[in-house]
T-cell receptor, first 110, second 111 residues
Framework: SQTIHQWPATLVQPVGSPLSLECTVEGTSNPNLYWYRQAAGRGLQLLFYSVGIGQISSEVPQNLSASRPQDRQFILSSKKLLLSDSGFYLC?????????FGSGTRLTVV | GEDVEQSLFLSVREGDSSVINCTYTDSSSTYLYWYKQEPGAGLQLLTYIFSNMDMKQDQRLTVLLNKKDKHLSLRIADTQTGDSAIYFCAVRMDSSYKLIFGSGTRLLVRP
């Protein structure tokens, strides 16, 4: 199984509050993992990717950070959310062909 | 860096064919993909094509690749209302295994 679990499915947070989104994956060990964000009506922006425990590559400077404390766990965090952090956050893993995606977390910052 | 572009919107009548187009800039990409996103859901891999292929057919889906023009298209035959969704073109960066996505094309199928 290449299942990806993301939670929560929806989240409403006030500006300035912290954030923690979790992604866990099943299947083969040491997967390449990715965090994407989809702003309303827009495409997918790659935020972070990880090729192993403790290894994080950031694609764009921003208010967010990522961590990979375990082989199958990928966490997206923020210390203080901004309005512009609102969007649909998708976790993905590299598969034999392309990526497999989780069902996403819709974050609304108010 | 790699840039992938798609038209934003396409409207077709049920039963007609749909053609969604995509252009990219990195000629070294080995794999190119089409994903489908239904409302409020994650992305589902529809099909993919290797860069050494010109065409790939999978039931109602036909992918055409023009490497010279860096143009990829997805044709959906006999389009159904259930095909209404956002379709993303994606290109794999071979050096890093990152997928770069286009902005997505919203397909609306009218009854």
């Amino acid at each position: 199984s290449q299942t990806i679990h993301q939670w929560p499915a929806t989240l409403v947070q006030p500006v300035g509050s912290p954030l923690s989104l979790e992604c866990t994956v099943e299947g083969t060990s040491n997967p390449n993992l990715y965090w994407y964000r989809q702003a309303a009506g827009r495409g997918l922006q790659l935020l972070f990717y990880s090729v192993g425990i403790g290894q994080i590559s950031s694609e764009v400077p921003q208010n967010l950070s990522a961590s990979r404390p375990q082989d199958r766990q990928f966490i997206l965090s923020s210390k203080k959310l901004l309005l512009s952090d609102s969007g649909f956050y998708l976790c993905a893993r590299r598969a034999d062909y392309g990526y497999t995606f989780g069902s996403g977390t819709r974050l609304t910052v108010v | 860096g790699e840039d992938v572009e798609q038209s934003l919107f396409l409207s077709v009548r049920e039963g007609d064919s749909s053609v969604i187009n995509c252009t990219y800039t990195d000629s070294s990409s080995t794999y190119l993909y089409w994903y489908k996103q239904e409302p409020g859901a994650g992305l589902q891999l529809l099909t993919y094509i290797f860069s050494n292929m010109d065409m790939k057919q999978d039931q109602r889906l036909t992918v055409l690749l023009n490497k010279k023009d860096k143009h990829l298209s997805l044709r959906i035959a006999d389009t159904q209302t259930g095909d209404s969704a956002i379709y993303f073109c994606a290109v794999r960066m071979d050096s890093s295994y990152k997928l770069i996505f286009g902005s997505g094309t919203r397909l609306l199928v009218r009854p």
